[in-house]
């Protein structure tokens, strides 16, 4: 930030003056987050994460109507992801997504889920800025849960190639 600003006004330079050091905290705050966003991004492109990944680090009730007389009641949920999946120009990026999910209930008892609709996605750099900071904590569990995922590939795989490797040996082809 400027701390050259001067005012005319001794009150707001006064203001100013105590409210500056905040300010350019913030956007250091707002900068190093960014820089992570980007860097995780950079690092599973490097890693060849190319499979699509969603996490849901966030639940909320929106709304709840219910009916009295048929004991049935209908919540909407609003989920929030954090992603690795392709971006609307086919990219592999780090998104954030927003999904609203119609649960149905009959007497206190859940009985369906009607409907799933994502109602944002978008690359999490191009986020509002107050969705990157309610996410940002949550990027190291993401992190784990894409390693976690990956497990029962790497398993997946090392089983397919002793097989291979048997089936070669088997038929003299060592």
Wanted: charged residues 30%.
């Amino acid at each position: 930030m400027d701390s050259k600003s001067h005012f005319n006004s001794p009150d707001l330079q006064k203001v100013f003056q105590q409210i500056e050091p905040i300010l350019t905290q913030h956007k250091v705050q707002l900068d190093q987050v960014s820089a992570d966003i980007k860097e995780v991004e950079r690092f599973l492109r490097a890693c060849s994460i190319h499979f699509p990944f969603r996490y849901c680090c966030n639940e909320r009730l929106k709304d709840v109507e219910q009916d009295p007389s048929a004991k049935t009641s209908k919540e909407i949920r609003c989920l929030d992801y954090l992603c690795w999946g392709k971006s609307k120009d086919g990219q592999y990026r780090l998104l954030y997504e927003a999904e609203e999910q119609t649960v149905m209930h009959h007497d206190g008892v859940f009985q369906s889920k009607r409907e799933n609709w994502v109602v944002t996605s978008r690359p999490l750099i191009e986020a509002k800025v107050k969705v990157r900071l309610e996410l940002y904590p949550k990027l190291p569990v993401f992190l784990e849960e894409i390693a976690k995922a990956l497990q029962p590939l790497q398993t997946e795989l090392a089983h397919k190639e002793i097989a291979n490797s048997l089936e070669n040996i088997k038929n003299g082809k060592c």
